[in-house]
């Protein structure tokens, strides 16, 4: 094993994620900063089209070549996303099956990282907007392959509806430890969802937090709870979804946000003001 690859199961999930899409030819030096700044838990995906994961692998190697973390000390999830989701520029062979494209994405992700397991690996999507298909079982079981090689410690499955998850847990063999889910305030943020979750112990990880919900921002009764705090309101908005058991993931590019982020944890919202956020738009 390398030496940077110390794993270590038993230590808790970080509280907020650094997502690394849409970051180009910047990925390597935001994730540096995200680090620096505090994240210790890194979202990317094997998909060329939205993230550049060698960037990430970059300047995960430069912090474990500096001796700043090593490998144990970070939290790691990719993803594997199908065809449909990728542009030309695919890491597995189109003409090979699902199980294997499924291996193949892996294998290259841990190249791209350089390392020799993530701690989360998550299906992109269902193959269709509806319905759990044979290709989402097959996908699944070679996911759970990953997992028994000890190649991915958890696994989790995004952009899934109710119905979808309902499907895969009541099939699978190895329940997902992760749903990763674009959160609408107008929809209780996500309520059913993450209700399902909370009775599996499934943990629900949000994105699209700020830029989803832009009538929250004009709401009177959050901004009462901006001015009160001090806060600013994305710092409201990163709080408040983890008092009601969200995993949030953030994307920010500047460095003063990454910090402003992360102090969100200091911020106290009562029981009061967690049930007005909640309830503010559905
Ligand atoms: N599973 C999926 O299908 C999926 C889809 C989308 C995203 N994701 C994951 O989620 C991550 C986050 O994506 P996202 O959709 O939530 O959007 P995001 O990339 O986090 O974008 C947030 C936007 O809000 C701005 N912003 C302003 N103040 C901010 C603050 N204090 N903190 C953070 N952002 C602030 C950012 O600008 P500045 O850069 O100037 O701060 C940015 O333009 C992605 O990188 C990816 O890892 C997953």
Known sequence: MHPFEQTDRTKPFPTFLYGTAWKEEHTSSCVE????????????????KHYFEEGVGEALQAI??????SRGDLFLQSKFTGRRGQDHRLPYDP???????V??????????????????????????????HQADRDIWQAMEICHAKGKALFLGISNVSLEQLQALCSQTEIMPT???????????????????CRERGIIYQGFSLLT???????????????????????????????????LPLTG????????????????DLSAD??????????
């Open 33 to 48: 900063q995200a680090i620096a700044a505090g994240f210790r838990g890194i979202d990317t995906a094997n998909q060329r």
């Open 64 to 69: 474990f070549l500096r001796g700043e973390l």
């Open 95 to 101: 003409e090979a099956g699902v199980s294997e494209q």
């Open 103 to 132: 291996q193949q994405s892996l294998e290259s992700s841990l190249e791209h990282l350089g390392v020799e397991y993530l701690d989360s690996y998550v299906l992109h999507g269902p193959s269709s907007p509806y319905g759990w």
């Open 178 to 196: 992760f749903v990763q889910n674009r959160c609408f305030a107008r929809t209780g943020w996500d309520r059913q969802i993450r209700q399902f």
């Open 212 to 246: 989803a919900n832009p009538e929250i921002f004009q709401h009177p009764d959050f901004i009462a709870i901006v001015k009160r705090t001090g806060a600013t309101p994305a710092q409201v908005v990163f709080r408040f979804t983890m008092g009601i058991g969200i």
């Open 252 to 267: 920010t590019t500047d460095p003063v946000h990454m910090a402003e982020d992360l102090a969100c944890l200091e911020l």
């Open 273 to 282: 003001d967690l049930h007005c956020i909640e309830t503010l738009v559905d």
